[in-house]
């Protein structure tokens, strides 16, 4: 803004007084604004003029006939409210909130995938599902109680079947893994130069031991423990002659020179070589 | 006990106070009708005026013609209506004077007149207080510096307020305001030394 306008605005007390103080040290500026203040001074001694009287008296008569006229602006104050209505809206509020909850809930835990696409395939899994299997799944009647027989097998073939799969494919994952972890730890012995026997004995004693809730096998894994619990039984079958106390292979010298001997030299070799993977004695 | 602007509106509007609106008028009355006597130089055109405008307020202050929002200081609001009020006569007498009436100067507008207006004022200078002489040499400005000197020297209004009255920048109006009082003193100087060699 112009130092000139300064002036003017600090002539009637407007403005920023610092810059009219900068302004006014130039002495044409300082000239001007003394001039003017004098004349401002003239202009202030002047008598304002006022209106008739009666005028004054005309308007507030039509102001107070308008206002007569029109509606009040502002309202009448309302009465309080009762502590029994008050009462009544919470019960409402929390009524519809504990109805939306219900059914958000309801809606969380309806399944995602339509239930008309599975029916034709349940029923023909139902027929076809493998007895053994379908007795290994337990059945959700925790989740269908009162429904019948029918109704139940229905619901359980399909998942019998998904099951099977699924125990299966889980199985096979899980030989794989332990497949690619035992031949790593073996190329790690073998740099180490540790015998194979005598790292994976050494790796099953480092393995860490495992917690109570991964010890029990799932109910998924009944066909892989009926087929370890046979191993089991075929290995006490042909150890049932072998001692704890027995050294495991004999020296030749001590060895019975009588005819027939020979399965039992094959008994002690087998004997070692699954007892270097199952049993860890020195 | 002195009440605002705003609550003598509000009592007025609220409870029909009619004193608070008597006191709203005239606290500003001679901001108005000063403003109104500089713009028509008449007494009793300025009384019509004064009335005019404040008929529109109410009217507006009650909804049935115009709005009045409660932002800003109620007499900045007044003054905008005094002024269309005056602007208007002024028009009309424009208007009037513009109907040929057969005289050689048939053609010069109301504003064009002015300085005929005002060399009559001239003329009563030399038996009339100061303050009368000032007035003359304020109708002699040109009408948008006197609209300025009439607006914030009698009607009180800042410089922003006459800006946005007048729809102009502040710079302009201080500017305008700037013009008005050189010219005034200019006008003024000869006036006095004529009087003191009367003497």
């Given amino acids: 803004m112009d130092k000139k306008l300064h002036i003017i605005q600090h002539l009637y007390d407007e403005g920023d007084s610092a810059a009219v103080e900068e302004a006014l040290r130039d002495a044409e500026e300082r000239l001007e604004y003394d001039q003017l203040r004098d004349l401002k001074a003239q202009l202030d001694q002047r008598p304002r003029p006022v209106p008739d009287a009666a005028v004054i008296d005309r308007i507030v008569a ?5 206002a007569l006229a029109a ?65 290994d799944i337990p059945e959700p009647i925790e989740a269908a109680p009162s429904a019948p027989a029918p109704a139940r097998q229905r619901l359980a073939a399909p998942l019998a079947e998904e099951a099977v799969v699924a125990a299966g494919e889980q199985r096979l994952m899980t030989e794989l893994e332990e497949a690619e972890s035992d031949m790593a730890y073996l190329d790690d012995a073998d740099v180490a130069g540790l015998r194979p026997n005598e790292a994976m004995a050494g790796r099953a004693l480092s393995a860490p031991v495992l917690a109570d809730s991964e010890a029990v096998p799932a109910w998924e894994e009944g066909e892989a423990l009926v087929e370890l619990h046979r191993r089991i039984e075929l290995l006490q ?19 019975p020179t009588q005819p027939g001997t020979g399965s039992r030299i094959d008994r002690g070799l087998n004997t070692v070589g699954s007892g270097s993977q199952n049993n860890n004695n020195p | 006990m002195h009440r605002s602007d705003e609550q003598l509106v ?3 509007l609220e409870r029909g106070d009619q004193q608070a609106f008597r006191v709203l008028v005239e606290r500003y009355q001679e901001q108005i009708f000063g403003y109104l006597m500089g713009m028509v130089r008449n007494r009793e055109v300025a009384n019509d005026l004064f009335q005019e405008t404040f008929v529109r307020v109410i009217d507006a202050m009650h909804d049935r013609r ?6 800003g200081r109620w007499i900045a609001w007044v003054m905008r209506i005094a002024r269309n009020a005056a602007l208007d006569h002024l028009r009309s007498r424009k208007k009037w004077q513009d109907v040929p ?3 050689d100067d048939d053609s010069a507008s109301f504003w064009d007149r002015l300085p005929d207006e005002a060399l009559a004022a001239d003329i009563e200078l030399h038996n009339k207080e100061q303050y009368e002489m000032l007035d003359a040499c304020i109708d002699q400005l040109p ?3 006197r609209e300025v000197v009439l607006l914030r020297q009698d009607a009180d209004l800042t410089f922003r307020e006459i800006a946005e009255l007048s729809g102009v920048s502040i710079n302009t109006a201080l500017g305008r305001m700037r013009y008005a009082l050189i010219n005034l003193r200019r006008m003024i100087d000869p006036q006095k030394k004529k009087q003191l060699a009367e003497i």
Avoid: C, F, H
């Avoid at chain 1, 039509?62 to 308008?66: G, P, Q, S, V, Y």
């Avoid at chain 1, 809930?105 to 599902?129: C, K, R, Y």
């Avoid at chain 2, 115009?66 to 932002?71: D, L, V």
């Fill in chain 1, 62 to 66: 039509l102001a107070d006939k308008t």
């Fill in chain 1, 71 to 135: 509606p009040r602006t502002a309202r009448a104050d309302r009465p309080a409210r009762s502590g029994k209505s008050r009462l009544r809206n919470w019960s409402a509020i929390s009524l519809t909130l504990a109805v939306v909850i219900a059914v958000g809930i309801g809606i969380v835990q309806m399944p995602v995938s339509d239930g008309a696409s599975q029916v034709p395939m349940s029923s023909e899994l139902a027929n076809t599902a493998p007895a053994d299997v379908s007795r």
């Fill in chain 1, 237 to 255: 079958a042909r150890s049932a002659d072998d001692r704890w106390d027995e050294p495991a292979v004999m020296s030749l010298d001590v060895l």
């Fill in chain 2, 10 to 12: 509000t009592a007025y």
């Fill in chain 2, 66 to 71: 115009g709005s009045y929002t409660r932002q």
């Fill in chain 2, 101 to 103: 009436s057969g005289d």
């Fill in chain 2, 143 to 145: 009408p948008e510096q």
